[in-house]
């Protein structure tokens, strides 16, 4: 039986780099884009605090934590929604805007996704190797 790769084995910079950067880039984003850049109202609005929920996973995403990676790849669904929405019914320069939090938000998904994914296809190898061992341990 071969032994199952060390997490080192299975990291991936590149793809670590790009999560972690899409997902400071969208923060910093959306902070830019309610206080200055094409605010809601003049002078800036308290939808900038919509970056908030960012900071949740932020630590997790900085440590390497896969299930905090996990879950916040469904969370940032919900800024996809938001920039889907905005780029089809704002108008420039708030659309434009809306399109870089969609793109953002892809970068973010794919890459978060693709990072985790040796970690799940080694999940499941250990869980069909440890059942595998089970069955036959129970026919002796």
Known sequence: MTAA???SDLHNATLYRLSVGSLVALMLLCIAWEWFLAPLRPGGSWLVIKFLPLLLPL???LTRNRYTMQWSS???LLFFTEGIVRATSD???SSTLAWA???LT???FFS???YLRPYK???KAIKAGTSAHSSADAGK
């Open 121 to 123: 296809r080694r999940a």
């Open 59 to 61: 630590r997790g995403v």
């Open 74 to 76: 469904m969370l940032i």
């Open 112 to 114: 978060t996704i693709l």
């Open 5 to 7: 790769p060390a997490d």
């Open 106 to 108: 892809l970068l973010f």
């Open 91 to 93: 108008r420039a320069p």
């Open 101 to 103: 939090e969609v793109a």
